[in-house]
């Protein structure tokens, strides 16, 4: 059986995403907490999550195309 290992980029956009939604999380907490710098990171981590999922499209690494709803190859 083989593995399935994440290359390099696959790596860093999931790196990326989950430090975007820790930011997220600690935003929302923040603004149920009322911190101050609450909402200037929930809107800067929300438009990172929109970049990353933006230039993720346009780089279009191998792993993720199994989560893509275009037709797949036939082996």
Known sequence: MEK???GG??????LCIFVVMC????G???LLAGWVFAKPLLIGSGIGLVAI???T???KP???DRFSFRKRKQD
């Open 28 to 30: 929302i907490g923040g």
């Open 9 to 14: 980029t696959s790596r860093l956009i999931v």
């Open 4 to 6: 399935s290992r994440l």
């Open 62 to 64: 191998e792993t993720f």
């Open 57 to 59: 499209d346009a780089l």
């Open 23 to 26: 930011g997220v999380f600690l």
């Open 53 to 55: 999922f933006w230039l």
